[in-house]
C-alpha cells in the first residue's frame, strides 16, 4: 500500500472498525484479521489495538472482558447506541464526500 493509500485508510479505519463492530461482536485479533483478509494486508495490529482504546473512551463500543484459553481474557468489542449513532454519521459524511469525489473526476461542478 502507498503512502497515499495509508494516509487516507488512517482518516477512516475508525469507520470500517465500527462497520466491522455493526456486523458482530469481536476482539482485535479478529477485527486485524478481517482487514487483512479483505485486503488491508499493511494494516498493523497495534494500530487496530490503538482504535479500540480510542473508541471505548470516547462510548462508541461495549467492551466484555471473554476468558481465552490462550492467555489472558480477551476484550470482546460490541457497537453500542452512540457507536450505531457515529457509524451512520460516518456514512452519511462517506456518501457525501465520495459522490463529490466522483463529480470532481468526471469532471462535474
Do not use: H
Not at 465500527?18 to 483478509?37: C, F, H, K, N, P
Not at 494500530?47 to 461495549?62: F, H, K, M, N, S
Request: net charge negative; charged share 30%; with cysteine.
Amino acid at each position: 500500500m502507498g503512502k497515499q493509500a495509508t494516509e487516507m485508510l488512517k482518516g477512516v479505519l475508525e469507520g470500517i472498525v465500527l462497520a466491522v463492530l455493526a456486523q458482530r461482536a469481536a476482539y482485535g485479533y479478529e477485527i486485524t484479521s478481517w482487514l487483512r483478509d479483505e485486503g488491508f494486508a499493511d494494516i498493523a495490529e497495534g494500530t487496530v489495538y490503538a482504535l479500540l482504546v480510542r473508541i471505548e473512551q470516547r462510548g462508541l463500543v461495549d467492551v466484555e472482558k471473554v476468558p481465552s484459553e490462550k492467555g489472558p481474557p480477551r476484550k470482546v468489542y460490541s457497537l453500542n447506541e452512540q457507536g450505531c449513532e457515529y457509524l451512520n454519521e460516518f456514512w452519511r459524511t462517506w456518501s457525501f464526500l465520495s459522490e463529490r469525489l466522483e463529480q470532481l473526476r468526471e469532471g462535474k461542478n
